[in-house]
């Protein structure tokens, strides 16, 4: 059987898209992965002779139009091009899973208002065109992939020093040491006197407010616990619309005793960022309130306790006070950040090793033992049927307009 996996964004930074896609390759399918060029995804992908990438066109800027007419020019014009791109549509025989990462029209709402018509058309075909979908997941049924995991300090130190080569403030006082690591006469240790490590990621979209996390950390620059509290490198990795307009309020901070870098990461350094940290830190604000972040899993795959941004349903994968910590505003982040960190390294606070300790539960479960649990059965279940034409013509038309969620980045 041959499989279309779909994204309607850059494929290199579609993380669970390229999962889906190597499991099934693993699984015996033959795999199309359609998405936009962009930044390269993971080489085990690159390498699978079962996974066919390819390529869709961007829609034109129509900055020119009306944003109500934008829209509608984009939605046809990518579900032409996502037709076109589709061989396994080509005797229109297919069956529809749906991989929600969150509700279209809830995140349009936030850049146009709840009650702008397109927003509500959005509802309206999401509502009605999701339905032809034989089968759908969320991210509350996955978990990342072997490659996010606890890593030996070794392995932090030469991570550490690829990056200082490029990033000044990582290197240490030696040629063989770094902010964090050293090494002694061929051993690698920690160093005691080491700054804090705070990790998050970001697509810098409107769904994540930033500003939370740089009050935060005015916030601990100015605490009272200040001579008990060390310097923090706080990395924030990711590339998107905002990112420039945050660079900007980053550089206006003017952080003493913290420094903040923005790196875009390769695939294969990504999760060794992850297990090198101390704390991480999710923004991500559902529209909907029912979508969890895959960043937040695959932190907790490296054994990385984190804090998170609380909204409805942020507590089925984050367990305040026992595998990591919510927060509902800069001033809670900010506490949470004090508590974490005073006396650190030698005196750390004893919930550091109480979270990694149930973190370890929650690694017990992979991606692979828990994809072939609940995907793969679902799959295999599905018969293909003949569609009719006009129906699978209607569908095709107004895919894009289901997963409208990616237009504002476009813009």
């Keep these: 059987m041959r499989v279309g996996v779909v994204v309607l964004g850059d494929i290199g930074r579609s993380p669970r898209m390229c999962y889906h896609a190597l499991s099934l390759a693993e699984a015996g399918f033959q795999v199309d992965l359609v998405g936009y060029a962009g930044s390269s995804p993971p080489v085990q992908l690159l390498s699978n002779s079962s996974i066919r990438i390819k390529h869709m066109k961007k829609p034109p800027s129509l900055l020119f139009l009306p944003k109500i007419v934008q829209y509608f020019i984009k939605a046809i014009l990518q579900s032409l091009y996502l037709l076109t791109s ?30 702008s018509p397109i927003v509500k058309l959005t509802g309206f075909v999401e509502k009605i065109f999701g339905q032809t979908a034989e089968a759908a997941f969320c991210v509350t049924q996955f978990r990342p992939p072997a490659k996010f995991r606890p890593i030996s300090i070794a392995e932090k130190h030469e991570l550490l020093m690829r990056l200082g080569v490029t990033y000044p403030e990582l290197r240490g006082g030696t040629d063989k040491s770094t902010q964090f690591t050293e090494e002694i006469e061929g051993e690698v240790t920690l160093r005691n006197y080491r700054p804090g490590l705070l990790v998050s990621s970001t697509s810098w979209t409107q769904d994540e407010d930033f500003s939370i996390l740089l009050s935060a950390l005015q916030e601990y620059e100015a605490s009272d616990d200040g001579d008990k509290l060390p310097r923090l490198i706080c990395i924030i990795t990711g590339k998107g619309e905002l990112k420039e307009y945050y660079m900007k309020k980053i550089s206006d901070l003017n952080l003493k005793k913290i420094k903040v870098l923005t790196p875009w990461l390769e695939a294969e350094d990504y999760p060794l960022l992850l297990a090198s940290a101390d704390i991480g830190v999710s923004l991500h604000s559902s529209s909907s309130g029912l979508d969890l972040p895959m960043k937040v899993v695959d932190m907790f795959g490296c054994g990385l306790p984190t804090a998170a941004l609380k909204f409805k349903a942020i507590g089925e994968l984050v367990k305040d006070g026992e595998n990591g910590e919510l927060f509902e505003n800069s001033s809670g982040l900010s506490s949470i950040l004090v508590d974490w960190f005073k006396g650190f390294p030698e005196n750390s606070s004893p919930k550091h090793d109480k979270y990694r300790s149930e973190l370890e539960k929650f690694r017990e479960l992979s991606w692979d033992v828990n994809w072939r649990r609940n995907a793969i059965p679902v799959i295999r279940s599905l018969e293909i049927q003949s569609s009719s034409i006009l129906p699978s013509l209607i569908f095709f038309l107004f895919l894009t307009l289901i997963l409208i969620s990616y237009f504002p980045a476009v813009n």
């Excluded at 969150?102 to 009650?115: C, D, K, P, Q, V």
Aim: no cysteine; proline share 0%; net charge neutral.
């Design 86 to 115: 589709l061989s396994l549509v080509s005797k229109l025989n297919f069956k529809l899973i749906i991989d929600f990462h969150n509700y279209s029209h809830t995140i349009l709402a936030m850049s146009s208002g709840e009650s």
